[in-house]
Structures are given as C-alpha cells and as structure tokens.
C-alpha cells in the first residue's frame, strides 16, 4: 500500500494544468488569431466578453497572481493613452470619445492578456521550438530570444539602481535635482547595455554563431491540442459573427 501512495504522490506532481499541456504551436496559432479577432471587433462590450473569457481562462490555469502584475504594467500606459482621448474635445467629455477610448483600452488590455497567457505556459525553448517549426525566419527567433534574455537583465539592473537610490536616502520626486538624477541614471543603463550587447556580440561571434539558434523539435499535436485552439478561435468567431450578423 505505501508504494502504492508514492506512486499516486509522484503522479500527481506530474500533473500540470491544462494551459501547461498545451502544445506550443497550436497554442500560439490560436493566440495571435484571437487577437487579431479582438482587434477586428468594435462593440466594447463584445470586447469585454473576449478580456473576460481570457481572464477566465487564465484563472483555471493559476495564473492570476503573475496575469495581474503584467497587466499593472501596462494600465499607467493605457491611461497615458486614453486620457488624451477622452479629454481632447474638452470638458464634459463626448460620450463618442469615451467609448472609442474604452474600446482602445480593453482591446489593448484583452490581448496583451492573451499574450501573457500564451508566454507564461510554456518554456521560452518550447516557444521557440513551436515558432522554427512553423517557418519562422531565423533571425527572428534569435532576436526574439535575446530580448528576452536580456530584458530580464535589464529590469534585474532597474531593481538594483532603485535599491542603490534607496539606500542613500534619495526620496525622488519631480523637483530638479531628482530630474538631474534620472537623467544621468538613463544615460549610465543606455551606455550600460550598449557595452552589454558588444560584449554578448563578440561572445557569440567567437563561438561561431551565425544568427541561428540551435532548437529542438517540438512535441506532437494531439486532439486535446486541437480542442484547446479550436475552443478559443470557435469563441472569438462567435463573438465577430455577432457583431456583424446580430448586433449590426
């Protein structure tokens, strides 16, 4: 019996959710094709469904601690963006331009959410398999997997600088002094991570790199696969067919 209930212990350590299981190709074919459904509709509230439907799912795959911290990331930019747009006729606000901006906002919100559930089920080596699978131009996929690499980089030296500016008592703020400091912080990482990319250049290039990353193949695609994406593009055409044929 105890070697039975290790044997169920270790199965289920295995099980990932279903978002997890999903192989990459297919998985990415249906995310860019409900975001282009997304961005083809212009009724907000058929937008809403498809952000709520992403949101859904992303809940059953647990991913809504790390679906919320990228999405905070992009709010002060969609405010940044829809603020002009709202206020641009002058006070009160038409309703036509809150519309218009609400739609911006949630269709930009509704597949940068797609794209975030895409991304994080699955290995950035699994994503790049699926993408030279599909005739993807080489060069794309090693410029693809470097930002990538190295954006993580690039915000593991923002958290160091803020640390830095923390511990000597710097309080910020947008008097001139503080302005001056951001100043000379930008251009420090701006040089920084030109000397960073020589370095990586020179790396590669010594070791015969020739701009094309060595990947594996990907897995098979299964039925379950084909459910998955069938799921997610059946919706997203349903939700065109109901603007065009029921709503209009």
């Not at 036509?96 to 919100?109: C, E, H, M, S």
């Not at 975030?116 to 994503?127: A, G, I, K, S």
């Not at 790396?203 to 695609?221: H, N, Q, T």
Request: contains cysteine; hydrophobic residues 50%; proline residues 4%.
């Amino acid at each position: 019996m105890s070697g039975f209930h290790g044997d169920i212990k270790i199965d289920l350590e295995h099980v990932k959710p279903w978002g997890r299981c999903w192989e990459p190709r297919s998985k990415t074919i249906a995310a860019f094709i409900f975001v282009f459904g997304v961005v083809s509709l212009n009724n907000p509230w058929l937008v809403l469904a498809a952000f709520l439907f992403v949101l859904a799912g992303s809940m059953m795959m647990g991913l809504n601690g790390k679906l919320f911290s990228k999405l905070a990331l992009l709010i002060p930019f969609l405010l940044l963006m829809t603020l002009p747009l709202i206020l641009g006729g002058g006070l009160p606000p038409s309703g036509d331009r809150v519309t218009f901006a609400a739609l911006i906002a949630l269709k930009a919100l509704t597949s940068m959410s797609a794209m975030v559930v895409m991304l994080t089920t699955q290995p950035l080596e699994e994503f790049m398999e699926g993408l030279s699978s599909m005739k993807v131009p080489s060069v794309i996929i090693s410029v693809l997997f470097l930002a990538c690499r190295y954006a993580l980089l690039f915000l593991e030296d923002i958290k160091k600088t803020r640390r830095s500016l923390v511990s000597r008592l710097f309080t910020g703020g947008l008097n001139r002094e503080a302005l001056q400091v951001y100043g000379e912080l930008a251009g420090g990482m701006f040089i920084k991570s030109f000397d960073r990319s020589e370095s990586v250049y020179r790396a590669m290039a010594s070791r015969g790199f020739k701009g094309k990353l060595p990947v594996g193949l990907p897995g098979e695609i299964t039925s379950r696969d084909i459910l998955k994406s069938t799921l997610a593009v059946s919706f997203i055409f349903f939700l065109i067919i109901m603007e065009r044929v029921v709503i209009l």
